[in-house]
């Protein structure tokens, strides 16, 4: 099929294009991807520069063009007034489709929840849920949607829930965030002698580091310096309160945070002596996807890391702390977000109980009204007909003529006027339908939201 400079966009180009727009940088793209760039640079949509060793697009402003009003501005059908080249099912831009639409709405609101209330969580999301959810996360983190110096993260909780949050600052992958030079160097003792109290029990127990002795005293030399370094550093060293029957390690408490440092091999079942002779250190991910897992490598053994270890042990402190606090505040918004709604919800329950009151009255009040014009209109047919009817008759309707107006006299609120009603104190079935959403017993939403 030949291709025009105006011929339209295939799906993938037209998706490339918009990521650009939204500020994509090349970074590792895959074969695909370039060939789809060259593409648009072939039809003077982006510009393209690998000069100097580093990769760099720029839409151009005819890309713009593209993205805004569908066809290309070179489109020869539109000197002449006509309509543009591009068939007439051709799909919208990318950022007008329906489903674009719906998640950077979704994205919006995902940011909204979590900058009023700290933290957002779905209790059993399914597969499709999930996906949907990282869709959504990565359509704002690509689109400029968090706030200013925050980032969203998202963790597992309660086995299948989906926890979202913001934490400050870059995401550790990132440039900045790699591992500066002149990481402090942790000693390493040569004997196990004057063991930490949590080390010298580890020792002591065939248990756990279930590894050949010359690796499991290899990992008992660099978990006494760990923990010796960490005291003097002020922190606290414990045991760890769980793990595998082949691992073995310390918590380290940083300002009442617990990091469990665990050893392990890595290669247990290797009979390569080079490979089941390296160990793995791990620091429990927990609320965090900052690095968590050092090898032995070639060019770097783990008494090298130790340092690193710390440090990041103790910048998952500080983020910790940050988040602590910001759930904290969060915390604190949402109750007070709740204590309003459940005083509105009382004023609205108790509005209803007064109405309630009022419409009995309101009913008995016409109900008198009613039973009086029937007494008014039965009391002269009663005397039309009385030479009609014999006595007995007549002075039975009398009777129940009687009856009735007394009835009336007793039912009629007017006659005796309502006091002011004293409200009782609404039950939480009755404020429920006024809380808009959140629970008549804790400050919480229902379904996570």
């Not at 079942?269 to 620091?283: D, F, K």
């Not at 002011?420 to 009755?430: A, I, L």
Request: aromatic content about 6%; overall charge neutral; glycine content about 8%.
């Amino acid at each position: 099929m030949l291709v025009h400079r105006w011929s339209a966009l295939n799906e993938r180009q037209r998706a490339l294009l918009e990521r650009l727009a939204a500020g994509e940088e090349p970074g590792a793209w895959a074969p695909g991807d370039w060939r789809s760039a060259y593409a648009l640079h072939d039809r003077g949509l982006l510009m393209v520069d690998k000069g100097g060793g580093a990769a760099r697009v720029e839409v151009t402003e005819a890309g713009r063009f593209y993205l805004r009003h569908g066809h290309h501005p070179d489109d020869p059908a539109l000197a002449d007034g006509g309509e543009p080249s591009v068939p007439s099912g051709s799909p919208a831009p990318y950022s007008e489709r329906p489903v674009a639409r719906a998640r950077r709405a979704k994205a919006r609101e995902l940011v909204e929840r979590l900058t009023s209330e700290g933290h957002v969580r779905f209790a059993d999301p399914d597969d499709d849920e999930v996906a949907e959810w990282r869709r959504v996360v990565n359509y704002a983190k690509r689109h400029g949607l968090e706030p200013e110096g925050k980032r969203i993260e998202k963790v597992q909780y309660g086995g299948r829930g989906l926890e979202f949050f913001l934490t400050e600052g870059p995401h550790p992958n990132s440039r900045s965030q790699r591992p500066k030079t002149g990481v402090p160097v942790v000693p390493v003792p040569s004997r196990l002698a004057s063991l930490h109290p949590v080390v010298a029990a580890l020792r002591d127990d065939e248990g756990p580091l279930v590894m050949p002795p010359v690796l499991r005293r290899r990992s008992l030399l660099m978990l006494q310096g760990l923990a010796a370094e960490a005291v003097w550093r002020g922190y606290e060293v414990r045991k760890v309160s769980s793990y595998s029957w082949r691992e073995g390690g310390v918590d380290v408490v940083v300002d009442g945070f617990a990091y469990a440092v665990t050893f392990r091999q890595e290669f247990p079942q290797s009979t390569n002596p080079e490979r089941s002779a390296r160990l793995v250190i791990e620091v429990a991910h927990g609320l965090t996807s900052r690095p968590g897992r050092w090898r032995d490598r070639k060019g770097r053994t783990l008494e090298q890391t130790l340092g690193v270890i710390l440090g990041e042990i103790e910048a998952r402190a500080v983020e910790d702390a940050r988040r602590r606090e910001s759930e904290e505040r969060a915390r604190e918004k949402r109750e007070v977000r709740w204590r309003a709604a459940v005083e509105e919800a009382k004023e609205r329950a108790v509005r209803e109980q007064l109405a309630e009151v009022l419409r009995e009255g309101a009913g008995r009040w016409r109900e008198a009204v009613v039973i009086g014009e029937y007494c008014d209109a039965l009391e002269p047919r009663l005397a039309e007909l009385g030479g009609d009817l014999d006595e007995q008759a007549v002075e039975s309707a009398r009777r129940w003529l009687e009856w009735a107006r007394e009835y009336m006299r007793g039912i009629a609120p007017l006659r005796h006027p309502q006091d002011m009603p004293t409200p009782r104190d609404p039950t939480p079935d009755e404020l429920q339908p006024y809380l808009k959403g959140w629970s008549p017993y804790a400050p919480e939403r229902h379904g996570g939201r």
